[in-house]
């Protein structure tokens, strides 16, 4: 019900539906910034918070329920990441260009963030040619819902949701090589 | 290829689905003739993977974003170098690392990107961070500045060595007092934040740090402000909510509903956090965020008597008012809630007593020992460090230089100055003088200009005999300064006290800086009336300048390094900056007095005087005793001015001294011995009061004990050419020539030199030999003029002059007393001989023409009217052989003043006044009055020393009486006869190998054989 007031545009309830969903926001941003590595501790409550902020700054959308809520968070997650990615390719590359030489220059970090917006390009692109397969991967991997909460909310069998991401993912492969300004995206080249 | 993109798809996982060697013969059938679906299909499959490999690719970017923080070790962040990483928060990671500034561990955090990124939120970041910094609170972490690194925002805070809260409670529920002593200690940080409007927020175990000893300590504040929504980019009632995610269990309902949050809302956290302490239990946890946000919403926790029985009932309410679900019916301040502990902790002893739970597992095991053994001492323990971490009036404290890490040079040496005046204006802090800290460190073998790092003023404490010292630092926060003051033991290295405040521009950070000093004082152990009496605003206390009271500061050290002449030119720039500086006028006054430029010294002098209500109390009540025993020459008021300074001030050594000076002045030896002695007392190693206990004593006749003050002051390896000078005139009052020409000796060479050629001359003078004394006072001049002296030499030359008088060549001595005067006519000490020396030699012009100009300009000085211008004008009567008119002004020379050491000549006095009285007296023939002055002056050998006044006083005393063998008659003539005598036979073996052409000798001996 909550929900819908804030679809309503009552932006109080925000506030108010905050308490139902602040341990879905918080899996969420756990998910990205809890990895498996021992001693990665960076709290996920900024992260939370970042997103509670934009939802907030967000004209209220029209949602249905607690999943959809869940996904519109997801892509305000996706947001929030690549603003941020985009924010620190730019100091990157900016303010300190000239002091970079051409090896620095492949260093990883500076990768880091640009791979995070060739993903966003890609999705973009995915999204013009399925906005269903973009969506999934959105609420998937920037929204960690889980494969039963995608299928309900995209209205599929739970199997298909599988199937649908691996579809998404060996496009977005593609997608990601073919713009070759980097060096191939796999798992394997990832810096963890 | 979109028409057949569903196609494609379910050709892929179509594929997948096919073990590999049926792949290829699938693809053929199923794509025919359609190369180009075919070959879409393939792509797919080459980029296929059976993980997720997009989701742990976006997962590795977000982690690098958010990791590229991670510092290594070693790195420096200024003047700060990173050593490991201790812990982390929501707002970024927590690193050890080193001051390398300041030689101190500090505690670094590096802030989380979603904070540093936008530009809104790192400036309201900065404004946290300030407001933080402003806290300033024994209970709140101390922020000492926030810089930025490359991308990254740090902020420096002090390293804490002990255990969170959350840490202590895993070891189960603390015993209820100790609960109780956290939990004031915690109301106390909030009283002090929220007096400044700063709310918490975010108030749990984790930010809750109990150092060793059990001092508490509130963590991140502002910070939790920072994870708010930006309020300026949401529309609409949420705007003034300003919602504040605190940790889920400790936030109070109206947070939880997404309300303002008010400074009540870290009472709700706070109860919910003594309840933990108290049961070992959360108030409000269920299993699920959503759960527990509705618990505190709608439930109550269990009373804490379900968990301890033994509680004073008092706890269960204050903890139940905390956690009122209504805001209104919480405690509506932090400090009624640390009264209402307080008093609970105060009564709690005599109606409750301890019983230890039973212990409930291995866990006890552990804690029982800690926290009984806390709970045992804890309460002694902290009356007693409260005790020793104050001083007393007793001790001294030095003060470090400033580090500055603003990058601004005028704060280098500009805030110590600054500190100094603002700690001197306190009768409690006794700030160790630069002197001493040169002397300190001359004994570590180190230069004198050596920085004196903590490390270094630490020694110095040390060997000085000091309780603390103080370092002061300045950083930059944004477009603010966050000033840092804090005490230490030198000793233990204990913290004995501790203050920080930011300023919002540089214009006010003297005001800050003031404002933290009178903090420091009261956390010391001032009292608060004196904090408050004495609490001058710094920068009216001082300059409002920086520029100004840089220039000073440099002109202070140069002083110290190079001389007066060096440091003269800052001083001239400090006072150029700031015309109203008096602190500045004041040292060029000092500068020149030591110079010998006594009429300059007089005009910045009498500047810094009028303007001496833009100093602090000490300075204030200085520059006044000051100006009147220097520029007006009121002993009276300089002795009383230096007197309230004592009073005011009973522990600094100096007024002691200069109330000593002045009663010398007056002629009041005794008294002067006994403030010398004071001063001595509090500073035993310094060597200006030997030098002056030797005068006073020699002054009273008492040259034993003269040469026992000497051998003090060598004895602790004190050495100044006063103390050699001294030793010279015993021996020469003692006739042993040996320790005479050893003292001689240790002048060849020296900047001094003059000095003893001056006393050579006189000793020859003494006996009548002239020429040689003539020689010597040359080779005095020549040498004064050598060692830049030209004052001294001048007055050498007017000794020389009145000698010359007396001696009877008034052509030599008119001519010499010229020379002088030529020499250096702007000091009041050449002029004063001249004017006697003019007199004497006849020339009642010129001696009047300056008597008049010095009457004009020292109208009310109490030497000058009581001694010096009576014996000008008298003498100027005998000239004009109006002898009663001479004795009338001689009148009123008082009797102590008239043996005064004399302010403006350098050695004690020759008490010129009383031989022109003597002789006026026997002008007038009146020859026991004459014989009672020149008495005087032979019974004052140890004022005296050399001077030819005390040769010829034996003649003085010889004529008197035999003026009075002729006026008198019988017995007492025949008495008189023979005193008179006596006295010629004395002065003539004295003069026995005199120079033969001495006109008064000649006279000496006419009237011996006369009178035989």
């Known amino acids: 019900m909550l929900v819908h007031e804030y679809a309503q545009g009552d932006k109080d309830a925000l506030g108010r539906l ?79 260009q000239e002091m970079l030489s051409l090896d620095e220059a492949q260093h990883a970090c ?43 909310l995209l209205n599929i069998p739970v199997n298909s949701v599988r199937r649908e991401l691996r579809v998404a993912q060996a496009w977005l492969q593609r997608e990601l090589n073919q713009n070759s300004q980097g060096p191939k995206l796999s798992t394997g080249t990832l810096p963890s | 290829m979109m028409e057949n993109w569903e196609r494609i798809q379910s050709l892929f996982l179509e594929v997948l689905d096919l073990r590999p060697e049926q792949r290829a013969p699938f693809l053929d059938a199923a794509c025919a003739d359609d190369s180009e679906m075919r070959q879409e299909v393939e792509s797919l499959l080459a980029h296929d993977s059976d993980g997720e490999q997009i989701a742990e690719a976006i997962e590795g970017a977000t982690h690098s974003l958010f990791d590229s923080t991670a510092i290594e070790p070693g790195t420096k962040l200024g003047d700060y170098e990173v050593l490991r990483l201790i812990g982390s928060g929501g707002m970024g990671e927590v690193y050890r690392a080193e001051d390398l500034r300041l030689e101190r561990y500090v505690a670094i955090k590096v802030l989380s990107p979603f904070v540093t990124n936008d530009p809104d939120r790192l400036r309201r970041f900065e404004q946290e961070a300030r407001a933080a910094a402003a806290l300033n609170h024994p209970n709140i972490l101390a922020v000492y500045q926030m810089g930025v690194y490359q991308d990254t925002t740090y902020l420096v805070s002090e390293l804490l060595e002990g255990d969170n809260l959350r840490e202590l409670m895993k070891l189960g529920p603390l015993p209820w007092r100790t609960a109780v002593e956290y939990a004031v200690q915690i109301a106390h940080g909030l009283s002090a934040a929220h007096g400044k409007g700063i709310v918490h927020r975010d108030l749990k175990p984790e930010n809750l740090f109990v150092a060793k000893g059990g001092h508490l300590k509130i963590l991140d504040f502002g910070l939790a402000k920072l994870t708010s929504v930006d309020q300026a980019s949401v529309p609409g009632p949420l705007t003034e909510a300003g919602l504040v995610m605190g940790t889920v269990g400790y936030m109070s309902p109206e947070q939880v509903r997404g309300q303002i949050v008010d400074y009540r809302s870290d009472f709700f956290a706070f109860g919910a956090i003594l309840y933990e302490m108290l049961s070992g239990q959360r108030a409000f946890t269920r299993p699920t965020a959503a759960d527990t946000m509705s618990a505190i919403l709608n439930e109550d926790p269990p009373a804490i008597s379900q968990f301890l029985t033994m509680t004073p009932p008092g706890l269960q309410r204050v903890v139940r008012r905390c956690l009122e679900k209504n805001r209104d019916q919480r405690f509506q301040s932090a400090s009624d809630l640390a009264f209402a502990l307080e008093a609970l902790s105060d009564t709690g002893t005599s109606t409750v007593s301890e019983v230890p739970s039973a212990p409930r597992g291995p866990v006890w095991k552990v804690a029982i020992p800690l926290v009984a053994a806390a709970l045992l001492v804890g309460g002694a323990l902290n009356r007693r460090s409260s005790q020793n971490k104050r001083l007393t009036e007793k001790d001294t404290t030095v003060l470090a230089d400033f580090v500055n890490t603003t990058g601004d040079p005028v704060f280098d040496d500009a805030l110590k100055t600054a500190l100094t005046v603002s700690l001197r204006q306190s009768p409690f802090v006794n700030v160790l003088s630069d002197n001493k800290v040169v ?220 109330l000593a000076n002045v009663l010398t002045g007056q002629g009041q030896y005794e008294k002067a011995a006994d403030a010398y002695h004071q001063s001595l007392r509090l500073d035993p190693n310094s060597t200006a009061p030997y030098g002056n206990l030797g005068n006073t004593a020699m002054a009273m006749q008492h040259f034993d004990e003269a040469r026992q003050m000497i051998r003090e002051a060598h004895a602790r390896k004190l050495d100044d050419f006063i103390l050699h000078t001294q030793s010279y005139a015993l021996a020469f009052l003692t006739s042993d020539s040996v320790g005479m020409a050893d003292e001689q000796k240790w002048f060849a060479g020296r900047p001094e030199e003059n000095d003893m050629l001056s006393l050579a001359a006189d000793t020859e003078a003494y006996s009548g030999h002239l020429g040689k004394a003539r020689e010597l006072s040359r080779r005095a001049l020549d040498s004064s003029i050598r060692a830049d002296s030209k004052e001294t030499g001048a007055i ?164 008197a009486n035999a003026l009075q063998a002729r006026t008198s008659q019988g017995a007492d003539a025949d008495a008189a006869r023979v005193r008179s005598l006596a006295a010629y036979e004395g002065f003539l073996t004295l003069w026995k190998d005199a120079d033969p052409d001495l006109p008064i000798l000649k006279e000496a001996k006419a009237e011996c054989a006369k009178l035989r």
């Open chain 1, 18 to 96: 905050l308490p139902l969903v602040y341990g879905e926001l918080r899996r969420i941003a756990q998910k990205h910034l809890w990895g498996e590595r021992p001693g990665h501790t960076l709290q996920p409550t900024a992260l939370v918070h970042e997103m509670y902020a934009k939802l907030a700054g967000q004209s209220a959308p029209d949602v249905r329920d607690r999943i959809h809520f869940l996904s519109i968070a997801a892509g305000v997650m996706r947001q929030i990441l690549i603003d941020h990615a985009r924010t620190k390719y730019a100091q990157k590359r900016g303010g300190r």
């Open chain 1, 110 to 152: 500076l990768e880091k963030p640009a791979i995070m917006i060739r993903i966003d390009d890609a999705l973009n692109e995915l999204a013009r040619q399925d906005p269903p397969k973009a969506r999934l991967v959105e609420m998937r991997f920037f929204g960690g819902l889980t494969a039963e909460e995608s299928a309900q």
């Open chain 2, 439 to 658: 002397a300190t460190l001359r004994l570590m073998a180190r230069p004198t200009a050596t920085p004196l790092t903590p490390d270094v003023t630490r020694e110095i404490c040390q060997r000085a005999g000091s309780k603390a010292y103080i370092a002061g630092s300045i950083a930059p926060l944004g477009s603010h300064y966050v000033l840092g003051l804090k005490a230490m033991n030198c000793q233990s290295g204990d913290l004995l006290a501790e203050e920080q405040v930011t300023a919002p521009s540089k214009e006010k950070v003297l005001d800050a800086l003031g404002g933290a000093a009178s903090k420091l004082r009261s956390q010391l152990g001032e009292s608060l009336a004196t904090v408050q009496t004495f609490d001058v605003p710094l920068a009216e206390a001082t300059t409002s300048s920086l520029e100004a009271l840089k220039a000073h500061s440099l002109g202070v050290k140069t002083l110290g390094e190079k001389g007066a002449a060096d440091g003269l030119p800052y001083f001239q720039r400090a006072i150029e900056l700031d015309p109203n500086f008096a602190m500045g006028y004041s040292a060029l006054g000092d500068g020149y007095n030591s110079l010998g430029e006594v009429g300059r010294a007089s005009e910045y002098y009498t500047k810094a005087f009028e303007l001496r209500d833009h100093t602090g109390e000490r300075e204030k009540l200085a520059i006044t005793a000051n100006y009147y025993s220097s520029v007006t020459g009121e002993l009276d008021k300089a002795a009383r001015a230096y007197q309230g300074l004592i009073e005011r001030y009973p522990r600094d050594s100096r007024p002691y001294n200069e």
């Open chain 2, 796 to 959: 050498w030359q007017e000794n020389a002059a009145l000698r010359e008088a007396a001696f009877g060549n008034l052509r030599e001595a008119k001519q010499v007393a010229a020379d002088g005067y030529r020499l250096f006519p702007t000091s009041q000490g050449v002029e004063v001989e001249a004017a006697l020396a003019y007199a004497m030699a006849g020339d009642t012009a010129r001696a009047e023409s300056l008597a008049q100009a010095l009457n004009k300009r020292s109208p009310v000085d109490t030497q000058m009217q009581l001694v010096w211008l009576p014996a000008v004008h008298a003498q100027e009567a005998l000239d004009q052989k109006h002898f009663a008119e001479a004795l009338d002004d001689l009148r009123v020379i008082a009797p102590s003043v008239e043996f005064g050491q004399m302010a403006f000549v350098d050695n004690l006095s020759c008490l010129y006044a009383t031989y022109i009285h003597g002789e006026a007296y026997l002008a007038a023939g009146q020859g026991a009055a004459a014989a009672a002055e020149f008495q005087k002056i032979l019974d004052h050998g140890g004022i005296v020393w050399n001077c030819w006044t005390g040769a010829l006083a034996h003649l003085g005393f010889a004529r």
